[in-house]
């Protein structure tokens, strides 16, 4: 077609990947009654005031399926990263012996399952609807494009279906990820 069609298509894909990378974090961070290195990664420590994320200063290691060791490198920190990761939203106490700290995951109660899950569907649905929102911009660029006369009534219609089968791809992606991680949090 022409040059400006393939930047579109460029953008499109390029900002439904991002959405769809989002969801992918989104879901890293989701408790699902396994230790999952993941859940520090937005858990910042005050490291001689530096805020530093806990994954930068020890090594996170997975011991058991339900426990998770932080070895922090430096021994004046560990009260530091314990406190960091008790004032955190992720729900769970961590454990000291001086030299490791422990974060035991409890077993998921069905009805915590039931609350995961619909997080999942919440984040599933706003990844969605950033993608119809993405795909509103393309769809506005070409009828920009259908406006000034670069783009015939044709070509139009052509380009509107390609935009779609490039959105629906994308979507179909984000929700069997969705369906995926619903799957690791029922699976007991």
């Not at 930068?56 to 070895?71: P, W």
């Not at 314990?82 to 030299?99: H, Y």
């Not at 219609?157 to 619903?182: F, G, P, R």
Request: with cysteine; aromatic share 6%.
């Amino acid at each position: 077609m022409n040059e400006f069609v393939d930047e579109v298509y460029a953008t499109l894909k390029e900002d439904l990947e991002k959405a769809y990378s989002h969801q992918q974090g989104e879901y890293l961070v989701i408790r699902a009654g396994r230790a999952n290195p993941h859940i520090l990664d937005k858990i910042t420590v005050d490291y001689y005031g530096v805020p530093t994320p806990i994954v930068q200063m020890s090594t996170v290691t997975v011991s058991e399926a339900r426990i998770l060791n932080i070895n922090v490198w430096d021994a004046s920190q560990i009260k530091n990263v314990e406190k960091a990761i008790s004032a955190s939203d992720i729900g769970l106490t961590p454990n000291n012996d001086g030299k490791t700290i422990r974060l035991v995951f409890p077993m998921l109660t069905e009805e915590r399952r039931k609350e995961i899950v619909k997080q999942v569907r919440k984040i599933c649905e706003e990844t969605k609807i950033a993608m119809r929102n993405v795909r509103r911009d393309a769809m506005d660029m070409l009828k920009d494009m259908k406006k000034e006369g670069s783009l015939s009534e044709d070509e139009f219609d052509t380009c509107e279906k390609e935009v779609q089968k490039i959105v629906d791809k994308y979507t179909d992606q984000a929700e069997s990820l969705a369906d995926e991680k619903e799957n690791e949090v029922l699976k007991v």
